[in-house]
């Protein structure tokens, strides 16, 4: 599409080249979750692009086209399905960005957005804060919705921390060297994951480091285009990673895709190059561990009937669709069943849940009657926020599977 | 649009349903034309057919123009708004009624995506069989609007052909069924659904269609041959018809066209012909292997230097990947291009090439030629450079001839996109000043206001004529080919 | 009953513009459609014959509209080619007229009806005026598609001339097969075996035979497939549906014909879906019928055209009586008028064309 967008930001010119790349074939309509909800244009990745456009043109206001760019799930489902090749991912980091930073939310709103920037990044603060329940009891008035949604997420009580050690040797042959990340959340809510993917690493002769200090990686603050904040974080990070390493393992979804992001990130800043080495290094669990080739774990006593949701920030923006599955088909007696419409996002994605409660519960029950419909005995994903709302959902529905992280399923794999 | 049409709308719709700011209006201003543009007045959502009709009633009595639209992805303009009219968006209508395997017919709302249908009925060994390169996401009602088609509408027809029942609101508010679940249509009486499709959403809203299906093919084979000159490959196709066969697909590509393919996806072709013919047949096994015995005799006494047939169906696949990013390809060889779409009787397919040949020499511009030697629709991709000062406009006079040409031969100016908003000022070079009015005539008659998509199809003094400028990123991509 | 015999469009339209009221004959082949009363003049376009344009290379013919269907068969025929809507009454009709009452035979089945291989038309309409509707190439996106709507309008609305069609290529060899069975209900039933099998049947009739039921169908292609085809499809049949018996049959008339041994005043066709059949053949027992195009339509020969009359009315199905004298035609439900009076309008405003 030809626009007219003056180019005195950073980010204009991708933006700029993202919108006119664009052209309203409406391809990407198909692959989207809210559209296909919400039936509306403003809705879809076309309609949401039009509607940047249009801030950027000056067209409209900004303040009237963000409930639309809020409703956006960045689950990525649109990037594939572009034949055009618009990066919407970039355009719509890029212009969330922007707005943030001149953006006036409504006062509520911007606290739990305050309080969603203090304390999701930071672990201990995360603990703190759930474990004195302060924030629910304070904020619920305000955000009733919201807030249920998010307190809703959560399990019962928190588990008890478990320090992660900071080396895992490789069994057997050595066959690689890698770090693992052991951010924000996902480390308060199950430090069993990250436990479990070091073990698999370890037992496929991997050496393992797990550096201490870490932080979040930033993602989710991009996500809800705090830049300035992610960056800050981000940082953190690039020192505490080992040099002589294959690669940097996540276990979450969102944070593999975010990292892969730095460069956008960190465009124009002195540790440019810091931060494209760092995220050239990114790896997903399943990714790094199809590609090293899996040695055969002892498999289950008794057949396990296996789903595999995909996340879409594995499958979307990662392209990570055969990996994992071909890593639990590789495990004895465990047999995979197809999730219909498996693409389609449950509605978890990032901070969604908190932000968009209405269409995330919708969704949530839709993914669940759908895994439900495969008939497995346990589901797998690879992403903690996935994880957390396919339980819930199931719960709802009455239906008590078993839900974990595929490093979790592996290990036991090799336990057993 | 006034006050009193908005309170009339509000007791039709919630408000969830009635668009009416501008931020919601602005991403209905154009479909996948983009460069026309209008700002609809509102845009209404219905759910079901009540309400489409409550709607299409108001606008007549208000006199209020309408624009239906299903996804957007007319290439002519087609569902470009109407400012200070109505747009109604019929994507929420997207039920499958009905699917009746054994009589092999599925009943549809308007909004329904082609291809939900092939995969609802896939299942019972069924397809939906016209399949435009959008149909992953175009609607029912667009197609039947634009009566599209796709690869495989020689044997089977395009969308007309697989429509054998209809409820439709006519402009005026008048409702009114006609067809039936026979394969015979309406069968006694005149053939009100060959009318309504293709009618451009000029006579009113399609509120439930009952569609034909057909029974999955249970083998494809293809063929690929090279020759050292175009005319050889014409003739080729001239003895594959004249030995009785009937292909599902027959295409052709140029030395220009199978140089840029080959380029782009290494589909395995022969980069010393001067043209490549590509022929698939389809249906059931064991006719169509004695049938492919036959093509590859035929094939082989074409003078053909070189033939290869696709083993399996990824060989089959990569042969179809390069025929559909030939378009792509052409990108490589030049910055800019204009797509042409034309349609000539197939016996006149040479005489075609020579005019196009010389009006190349006489533009001095290069043409690719990629066409549907099956059904004599031709691709001339004519190539530019958009930086040279009046390039662009000796490309679009260029164009417009080879049109002009079309129309000449006897053939057509659009062979599936429709006339819409682009090529509405072409329709008289096809029509005689009585076939013209008595269209126009027909179009009052059913909508005497002119209220249903108003300013389309009929030439109008307002705005020119436009070229689709370039191919569209799409076919550059290789995903889409204009069939 | 003798009408003028316009040899040109030039005389048609002089015709149309100097009457007030006009029917169009053909070759007559369907007397029940030509009972008009006495103040209206017959333009007989029987003198309108010849083949205009046959490009077997383009699969198109044009050909004005009174000449004979058999001439045209002949042609194709000789190329082999074919009109795969199977024009009925082939020795009898002319082309006009066939398009004129949509009649098409079995062999339908394969392709498809009239709709879908007519490409374009010349017409003169009500007002005299003469021009072309659709295209003559095989694909046409431009402008509204009125060749289709003259299938089945019975004359009413414009006077074809000329009409140019899709035709394709004729399979060398047919091989008709004869399926029995004990009931209607079993004969239903293999007929949607048949819907969901993947195998490419040229036609696929059925109709009451001595105590049971007869499934007719057909297979075309190449002499060297042909009876493994025919094997494969036989067991499938056996396997799968309550078949009796099955036997190839030698030639292919009378299997291809639908009107064989239809016997009574009236032939009427009537416009049904295979699910309405049951219902609709439980009130027809005493009367010569035969289901044609896997059940999509059903020919009917009677004595007693009122019964037939009452009978269609109540299932709502549309009927059209060919053969016969009657007031009006077309029986049972009528066929819709509120968007064919605005082409009537257009086309025919002073209601000349009867
Ligand atoms: C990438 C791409 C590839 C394409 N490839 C092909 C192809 O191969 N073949 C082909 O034929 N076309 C092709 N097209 C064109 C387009 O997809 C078709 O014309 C399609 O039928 C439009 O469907 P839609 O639902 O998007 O309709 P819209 O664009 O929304 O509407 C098209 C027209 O239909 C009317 N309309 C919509 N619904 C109804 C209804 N219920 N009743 C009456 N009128 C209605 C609208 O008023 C409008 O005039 C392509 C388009 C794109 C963008
Ligand atoms: S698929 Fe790509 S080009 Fe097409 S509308 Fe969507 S983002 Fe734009
Ligand atoms: S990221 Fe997901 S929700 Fe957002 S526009 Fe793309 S497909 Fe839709």
Known sequence: MRHQIKSDDLRAPEMAEAIEKCVHCGFCLAACPTYKLLGEEMDSPRGRIYLMKGVLEDRIEADEAQPFIDRCLGCMACVPACPSGVAYGDLLVSYRTLQEQSRQRPLMDGVARRLIIETLPYPRRFRLAMKSGKIGRMLQPFLPEAFASMLNMLPDKLPPPSPLPPILPAQGERRGKVALLSGCVQQALAPQINLAAARVLSANGVEVHIPAGQSCCGSILLHIGAESEARQIARRNFPLMPDDIDAIITTAAGCGSGMKDYELLFKGQTDLHKASDFSSKVKDFSAYLAGLGLREPRGFAAERAVAYQDACHLLHAQGLQSEPRSLLNQVPNLRLVDIPDAGICCGSAGTYNLDQPAIAEELGGQKAGAILAAGPDTVVSGNIGCITQIRKHLDLQGKNLPVMHIAELLWAAYQS | ?483 | MTGDVLDSVAELQAFVKGHRRIHVVGKRSKTALHQVEADVALADLSGMTGITEYQPQEYTLTVLAGTGLSEIQAALHEEGQYLPFDPLLPDHGSIGGAVACNLSGSRRHRYGGIRDFILGASVVDGLGRTFRVGGKVVKNAAGFDLSKFLVGSLGQYAIMTELTFKVFPDAPVFQGLRLQYESLDDALNAVFRCNRSTQELDLLDFAPWERGWSLMAGLAGFQDTLPQRAKQFVAMMREETALLDATEVEGDGSLRDPLAGLTGDFLVKVVISPRQIAGFDARVRDIGRRYSAGGNSAWLATDDIGALKKILEAEQLPGLVLRGSVDCPLIGKSPENLLAARVKQVLDPHNKLV
């Open chain 2, 1 to 483: 649009m006034n006050r009193s049409f908005f309170e009339a709308l509000r007791s039709i719709y919630p408000d969830d349903r009635l668009l009416t700011r501008d931020v919601e209006l602005l991403p209905y201003e154009s479909d996948a034309l983009t460069a026309f543009q209008t700002k609809p007045g509102a845009v209404a959502l219905p759910i079901d057919e009540e309400e489409i009709i409550d709607t299409v009633r108001l606008c007549h009595r208000m006199k209020v123009p309408f624009v239906a639209r299903g996804s957007g992805t007319s290439l002519s303009g087609g569902s470009l708004p109407i400012a200070d009219g109505l747009m109604i968006g019929l994507n929420r209508l997207n039920r499958i009624k009905k699917i009746d395997p054994e009589q092999r017919i599925a009943v549809v709302e308007p909004g329904v995506i082609n291809l939900h249908i092939t995969e609802a009925v896939r299942q019972y060994g069924l397809y939906y069989a016209p399949d435009p390169s959008s149909q992953s996401i175009c609607t029912i009602g667009g197609n039947i609007a634009f009566n599209s088609g796709g690869a495989h509408c020689l044997k089977y027809g395009m969308t007309s052909n697989h429509v054998l029942g209809m409820k439709v609101v006519l402009a005026d508010g008048v409702v009114t069924q006609f067809g039936s679940e026979s394969i015979e249509g309406v069968g006694i009486g005149p053939d009100l659904v060959g009318l309504f499709v293709g009618s451009e959403g000029l006579f009113g809203i399609a509120l439930e269609i009952t569609l034909r299906l057909m029974p999955t093919p249970q083998l494809y084979r293809t063929v690929m041959a090279a020759y050292d000159n175009l005319g050889r490959a014409g003739d080729a196709v001239s003895m594959v018809v004249a030995s009785g066969l009937l292909p599902g697909a027959m295409e052709i590509m140029d030395r220009l066209a199978i140089k840029a393919a080959e380029a782009s996806v290494g589909a395995g072709y022969p980069l010393d012909a001067e043209a490549l013919l590509i022929v698939e047949l389809e249906g059931e096994a064991l006719q169509v292997e004695a049938e492919f015995a036959e093509l590859r005799g035929v094939i082989e006494e074409s003078g053909a230097f070189e033939i290869r047939e696709a083993k399996d169906e990824d060989e089959r696949a990569r042969i179809w990947q390069g025929r559909k990013s030939a378009f792509s390809a052409v990108g490589r060889l030049s910055p800019d291009y204009i797509v042409q779409d034309g349609v000539v009787p197939r016996s006149r397919l040479g005489e075609a090439l020579v005019k196009i040949g010389e009006l190349k020499a006489q533009y001095q511009l290069d043409v690719a030629n990629v066409f549907h030697a099956g059904d004599g629709n031709l691709h001339p991709l004519i190539l530019y450079n958009g930086r040279e000062p009046g390039a662009l406009e000796k490309a679009e006079a260029l164009a417009g001839e080879i049109l002009a040409m079309c129309v000449d031969l006897g053939g057509s100016i659009t062979g599936e996109h429709g006339v819409g908003m682009e090529k509405r000022e072409y329709l008289p070079t096809m029509f005689s000043p009585v076939e013209m009015e008595i269209m126009r005539d027909l179009r009052r008659a059913i909508d005497p206001e002119e209220i249903a998509n108003r300013g389309k199809m009929f030439p109008s003094g307002e705005a020119p004529a436009l070229q689709m400028r370039g191919m569209h990123p799409l076919e550059r991509q290789g995903v889409i080919s204009r069939e």
